[in-house]
């Protein structure tokens, strides 16, 4: 059961900046933190600039329409060091998004089935091991796909600021790729009462595709890694992701398929009831009759 928790814990923390895409090469590495974004006017109109370009590298209103997606392939996790570093295969992986910010991913292990869900709205996430349903930690309950943030990010209506963040001289993609960045910082109350509130976004500098997405929250940051774009339904999606947290590789994740608004059951998200308490024992009354009558 120790083995269990190890891994639990280790899903948990991966899943908090999960998405629907999959591993990034081996080789690619993340770029070094870049310096303090500048101010004024200029970065914000750089900024703004840098996200429609990207939501159209992502297929423009097709992305902002998007309502649901699903997409199965397989995985694998690495535990931190403290749990041994362990490789756990996850053979079989559905990955189910819907808006607003709702996610859940369920796979298969040589532990069993796990089962990671984020309700959104404010209600807590929660994972499922081996039968047991914990909750995950408070970061990961407002975290959703990178997609997503680009959605957020250009709604007239998601109270953030997107101001353009300089790239250092010399970072770029495994491929050479030039990239530069924006950061999306909400400005709503609840980022203001503590909750997570940011994310930096580096985009190729010629196409606008995401590459990097970096979240900050609760004082941590988990990068996820994209690669291996495919036009599905005339959105363009990443199929390959690869998630780290503290310069640690946690999660990668490679999709075969991909499908765009297919019906999901709206309580698939919703955590599970815990299972019916036995009746009560009778208390008082008569005693029971005799075998055979009185």
């Known amino acids: 059961m120790k083995i269990h928790a190890a891994v639990g814990a280790a899903l948990a923390l991966s899943f908090a900046a999960l998405a629907f895409a999959a591993p990034a090469t081996a080789q690619e590495t993340?770029?070094?933190?870049?310096?303090?974004?500048?101010?004024?006017?200029?970065?914000t109109e750089e900024g703004r600039a840098l996200l429609e370009r990207a939501v159209k590298a992502h297929g423009g209103e097709a992305l902002l329409k998007l309502k649901t997606l699903k997409a199965v392939g397989?995985?694998?996790?690495?535990?931190?060091?403290?749990?041994?570093?362990?490789?756990?295969?996850?053979?079989?992986?559905?990955?189910?998004?819907?808006?607003?910010?709702?996610?859940?991913?369920?796979?298969?292990?040589?532990?069993?089935?796990?089962?990671?869900?984020?309700?959104?709205?404010?209600?807590?996430?929660?994972y499922s091991l081996a039968g047991s349903v914990s909750d995950l930690p408070g970061t990961a309950a407002t975290l959703t796909d990178p997609l997503a943030v680009l959605r957020a990010a250009a709604s007239p209506s998601a109270g953030v600021t997107v101001r353009a963040f300089p790239v250092e001289t010399g970072v770029t993609t495994p491929e050479g790729v030039a990239l530069k960045a924006f950061e999306v910082t909400d400005t709503t109350a609840a980022s203001a009462a503590g909750k997570p509130g940011k994310a930096r976004v580096y985009v190729e500098a010629e196409t606008g595709r995401m590459r990097r997405v970096d979240i900050q929250?609760?004082?941590?940051?988990?990068?996820?890694?994209?690669?291996?774009?495919?036009?599905?339904?005339?959105?363009?999606?990443?199929?390959?992701?690869?998630?780290?947290?503290?310069?640690?590789?946690?999660?990668?994740?490679?999709?075969?398929?991909?499908?765009?608004?297919?019906?999901?059951?709206?309580?698939?998200?919703?955590?599970?009831?815990?299972?019916?308490?036995?009746?009560?024992?009778?208390?008082?009354?008569?005693?029971?009759?005799?075998?055979?009558?009185?």
């Open 30 to 43: 993340a770029p070094p933190p870049p310096p303090p974004p500048p101010a004024g006017e200029a970065a």
């Open 74 to 126: 397989k995985g694998e996790l690495t535990t931190p060091e403290a749990q041994g570093g362990l490789k756990v295969p996850l053979d079989v992986v559905t990955l189910t998004a819907a808006a607003p910010g709702r996610t859940r991913l369920d796979a298969e292990t040589v532990f069993g089935p796990v089962t990671f869900a984020v309700p959104g709205k404010g209600v807590p996430a929660w």
């Open 217 to 294: 929250a609760g004082g941590a940051e988990t990068v996820t890694l994209l690669s291996a774009y495919r036009t599905v339904g005339g959105v363009v999606v990443p199929t390959a992701l690869q998630l780290r947290q503290k310069d640690r590789e946690g999660l990668s994740l490679t999709f075969a398929t991909v499908e765009l608004d297919v019906a999901v059951d709206e309580k698939a998200f919703d955590r599970p009831a815990p299972p019916a308490s036995a009746p009560a024992a009778t208390t008082g009354g008569a005693p029971p009759a005799a075998p055979g009558g009185a």
